[in-house]
């Protein structure tokens, strides 16, 4: 979820395991929403959005579920691999704020072997 | 391959120096965005542009200008460095409108002593 201060959340999760990574949106006026994910050394790159009218949408091994009512949005990720390892990102952005994208401040994922 | 590149990895500069972050994509992306990413803090947007000549201010442009002559380069200007501008700069850009996928160059790691 969410972070407070200077320390990112961390998520462990066993290798071949499903991974929920949760966020807790702050606009109840947002209608889209985004994941990215951020490999160390590189900039984030885009994992799949959902707009506000869905409540799921599956991509590639990922799942995204928005919780309109309490603000909530999960990425899960199904038979996590090493190469999931990365910090991610959920972003949301208004119709009547549609110059900006606000980013979440992220959460890490490590991967156990 | 949408292609976002950062002039520099790594920067480090000297209080009050002027300071030029270049960025350039290879996609006709009218939409181009400044970030700066901070532990814990996540990403939070400096100045954004929609067309060549155009800028808007993004959540914390104080201490930062922009430079959009040419639709495939944005710049940003660090008119007198400070150590608190200390950070990990990225670049974005994407297609109109804002609610579409964006790509991140790989970050300048700038240092300010």
């Known amino acids: 979820g969410e972070s407070v201060g200077l320390h990112l959340p961390t998520l462990s999760v066993q290798e071949g395991d499903n991974s929920i990574i949760n966020c807790a949106y702050s606009?109840?006026?947002?209608?889209?929403f985004i994941w990215y994910k951020q490999e160390s050394g590189k900039g984030p790159q885009f994992i799949i959005d959902?707009?506000?009218?869905?409540d799921k949408r599956q991509g590639q091994r990922v799942t995204v579920l928005l919780n309109k009512t309490v603000k909530h949005l999960s990425l899960q990720i199904a038979a996590t691999q090493p190469g999931d390892s990365a910090v991610y990102f959920c972003?949301?952005?208004?119709?009547?704020?549609?110059?900006?994208?606000?980013f979440g401040k992220g959460t890490r994922l490590h991967i156990l072997p | 391959d949408v292609k976002v590149t950062q002039s520099s990895r790594y920067l480090v500069k000297r209080t009050g120096e002027k300071v030029f972050l270049e960025c350039v994509q290879d996609?006709?992306?009218?939409?181009m965005f400044w970030y700066r990413q901070d532990p814990g803090l996540g990403l939070r947007l400096i100045y954004f542009?929609?067309?060549?000549?155009?800028?808007e201010k993004g959540d914390i442009p104080e201490g930062y200008s922009v430079s959009r002559e040419k639709k495939e380069r944005f710049s940003l200007i660090l008119e007198s460095a400070s150590t608190n501008q200390t950070s990990m700069y990225l670049c974005?850009?994407?297609?109109?409108?804002?609610?579409?996928?964006?790509?991140f160059g790989q970050g300048t790691r700038l240092t300010v002593v």
């Open positions: 959902i707009r506000s009218n869905m």
């Open positions: 606009n109840s006026a947002s209608d889209y």
């Open positions: 972003a949301e952005n208004t119709s009547n704020r549609d110059d900006k994208i606000i």
């Open positions: 996609m006709d992306h009218e939409n």
């Open positions: 974005a850009s994407s297609f109109p409108p804002v609610r579409s996928e964006a790509f």
């Open positions: 542009s929609y067309d060549v000549k155009m800028k």
